[in-house]
């Protein structure tokens, strides 16, 4: 049997704001911080340690794996970070509050774009200041790959490449794995790896900076996921 641990970063700035955050680079607040400590303590205090790391190229997943990996006392091991783990790009929403999105939009609206796979919110163009091409550490992706919106379906899309080839060969090789990820990457995951309906993945709410385990037998089928708290 074989154990992967799957952790959404601690609260961010944006998260403590109440605005839609996706590929922007909001920190983690003092509170994310201490979140982030909490969950390394849980997972030493279970006894938990791992030979490899993955995250996002956000620095509120990168430090929360960071703090994580100091609780356990693991800052050495190799951690590979990856755009492809990034949380969905969230368009025009980016930086708005949540409050204001509801008053200009309609909650029904807002909490399509926020819940239904397959719902675009809307989109940039590619001479807004937040649209990624203008962002050196997205200067490897193709143009197809530079996201203007996203819906969830996308963002499983392009996680499972990532997923398939660097997480799940990690496992192939017996290691243990964390992965500190985002709201929405990690329910994209999560929907594939339960075999989540759309209707399904609607309900799927993950908290942030909470140890979400799941146990795999050898043919890495999942037997059964939790979290630790
Ligand atoms: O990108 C964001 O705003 C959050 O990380 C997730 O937001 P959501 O819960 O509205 O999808």
Known sequence: MQKIVLIRHGESIFNL??????????????????????????LKKNGYNFDAGFTSY?????????????ELDHLW???????????????????????DAIAKYGAEQVQKWRRDPNEYPPAITRDDPRFPGHDLRYQDLTDRELPLTENLSETMDRVLPF??????NAMRRNQKVIVVAHGNSLRSLIKYIDCLTDEQVTQLEI??????????????NQIRHYYLD
Do not use: C
């Open 58 to 70: 956000l620095k509120r997943s990168i430090k929360t794996m960071h703090f994580v990996l100091e």
């Open 17 to 42: 704001e109440n605005r839609f955050t996706g590929w922007e680079d909001a920190d983690l607040s003092e509170n994310g911080y201490l979140q982030a400590k909490r969950a390394g303590a849980i």
């Open 207 to 220: 908290p942030t900076a909470t140890p979400w385990v799941y146990e795999l037998d050898h043919g890495l």
């Open 163 to 168: 997923w398939n080839e660097a997480i799940v």
């Open 77 to 99: 091991i190799p951690v590979e970070k990856s755009w492809r783990l990034n949380e969905r790009f969230y368009g025009d929403l980016q930086g708005m509050n949540k409050d």
